[in-house]
């Protein structure tokens, strides 16, 4: 069982420890939003009941991560039920009700063998919840289940869901009415809002692109709720003690994090399997059914929106044509539409899966910082030898931080590439283009577009330059098309 175990001295997030922010001048209305977001009064309160009962649950927490397909849930519930723990999706589509089949929730046998929670409570029509109603709820619960002195087991899903678990990224500033401010500034559009926060907020405009209305939305929405730089308030949380480049610090001390990995090869061929498999288990009649229910009359509205709430989900709008087929389409055009729809679904998926991985190796194996938890890699590829190969080590890795020993095998750890400026702001004279990110940087120089544009200069130049040899005669002329491409990039 999990629990008892050594009692760690001082917990990350104790109360009283001063972070950097006093060295700064804040404001008072500042430092209260900084400790909103980042002492959170439920962490605080936990730290003192666990003092108070004089033990604590080690680790305080497992996270599972994974690509869709890699058998989390399944994972999940064999720990939950061996160690007394509980399960918590944190999936931002499971959130809603409806849809079971194409968010892959878990089945009500599943449900049966281990507590779950954080599943279908939302209405699917409501579009207004977030992450940090996602965030409040489930460290509530967290308290309640470390209470209890049960384990609570966290399986993901949604990157920027469990970041929120984990770390204290999030900026809380409390106003019910944030969603709406957000939607009123959306509807301007990014190049006005853009110059907004451009005034108001210099250092923060830079770091946007301007056609990424809804984070320049949320930044000015920041700005008007608290009066203070989205951008501030960002570098004030980076430098609390434990934070890095990517936000502020952890959130629980070593929590216990395992991450499901698979050949490729082997994890597309399941993946597309596991679509064939929900098509026979009534994946058409849902989605039918889910159509007619919410999304007719909005689309007849012309109030469609597949950005939002549960309309996002992957698989809901790959089927919108053949859903919206009208009567006049024939049957076999309509099987057509359905196999295209299915296809697109495959793929949806498989890139679902690439990119959840790549969040993986970004936001933890590649983490920058001193604070980075171990993440224990667990290889699905084998389905045939599961319990030898997934069970039975993470039992042991869990086993062995319980009783505050090293863990058997290493965490796995990647070395980044030295810290990438994910903000940094480039303009692109030739193609008129602003780009922001160095890696997003370095890709549009490699891109056709830009290549395009280096070669239409290219060829302008050499024309000119030509010209000006012939008129002033000089058969000495340099061969230079490489310098110029250097100087033009
Ligand atoms: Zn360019």
Redesign the pocket.
């Given at each position: 069982m999990v629990r008892g175990g050594v009692h760690k001295s001082t917990p990350l997030n104790a109360p009283g420890k001063q972070t950097a922010s006093s060295s700064l001048e804040l404001s008072a209305h500042a430092r209260s939003i900084l400790e909103q977001c980042g002492l959170s009064v439920m962490a605080a309160a936990s730290v003192a009941v666990q003092r108070a009962l004089g033990k604590r649950i080690v680790p305080p927490l497992v996270v599972i991560l994974g690509a869709t397909g890699t058998g989390k849930s399944k994972l999940a519930i064999e720990l939950g039920r061996r160690l007394q723990g509980e399960i918590i999706s944190a999936d931002s589509m499971q959130v809603y009700k409806g849809l079971d089949i194409i968010t892959n929730k878990v089945t009500p046998e599943e449900q049966a063998q281990c507590p779950h929670h954080m599943i279908s409570f939302v209405d699917p029509l409501v579009s207004s919840y977030t992450v940090v109603d996602f965030r409040n709820r489930v460290l509530s619960l967290i308290e309640d289940l470390h209470h209890q002195e049960k384990l609570p087991v966290i399986v993901g899903g949604t990157n920027y869901y469990i970041e929120s678990i984990l770390w204290k990224v999030l900026l809380d500033t409390k106003q019910k009415s944030g969603t709406d401010i957000k939607r009123k500034l959306e509807i301007m559009g990014g190049p006005e809002l853009h110059k907004r926060l451009k005034e108001v907020d210099p250092d923060m405009a830079a770091m946007l692109h301007p056609n990424d209305t809804r984070k320049i939305a949320r930044s000015l929405q920041v700005y008007q709720e608290t009066g203070i730089q989205h951008s501030r308030l960002l570098e004030e949380q980076q430098k609390q003690e434990g934070g890095d480049g990517l936000g502020g610090p952890l959130r629980f001390t070593d929590p216990c994090i395992f991450w499901l990995h698979s050949n490729m090869d082997a994890l597309d061929k399941r993946l597309d399997e596991r679509v064939d498999e929900m098509l026979s288990s009534g994946l058409i009649e849902e989605l039918k059914d889910f159509h007619q229910r919410f999304n007719e009359k909005k689309i007849q509205e012309n109030s469609q929106d597949y950005q939002h709430g549960i309309f996002q989900s992957i698989g809901f709008k790959e089927f919108h044509e053949y859903l919206t087929a009208g009567a006049d389409v024939s049957q076999e055009e309509r099987e057509e539409l359905k196999m295209k729809s299915v296809e697109a679904l495959k793929q949806a998926t498989r890139r679902y899966a690439r990119k959840q991985n790549k969040w993986v190796r970004n936001r933890f194996l590649k983490r920058p910082g001193t604070y980075v938890p171990p993440v224990y890699g667990l290889d699905v590829t084998d389905v045939s030898c599961w319990e030898q190969t997934v069970l039975h080590p993470a039992l042991d890795i869990l086993n062995c931080l319980r009783k505050g020993e090293q863990p058997p095998v290493e965490p796995i750890r990647v070395e980044g590439e030295g810290p990438r400026n994910k903000r940094s702001h480039h303009v692109?004279?030739?193609?008129?283009?602003v780009?922001i990110g160095d890696m997003e940087w370095t890709a549009?120089?490699k891109?056709k577009?830009?290549q395009h544009?280096?070669r239409k200069r290219r060829n302008a130049e050499e024309s000119t330059e030509h010209q000006q040899d012939v008129e002033s005669n000089l058969a000495s002329a340099p061969k230079y098309p490489k310098q110029i491409v250097k100087r033009l990039?």
């Open positions: 692109c004279e030739l193609c008129d283009k780009i549009h120089l891109s577009n830009h544009h280096v990039v």
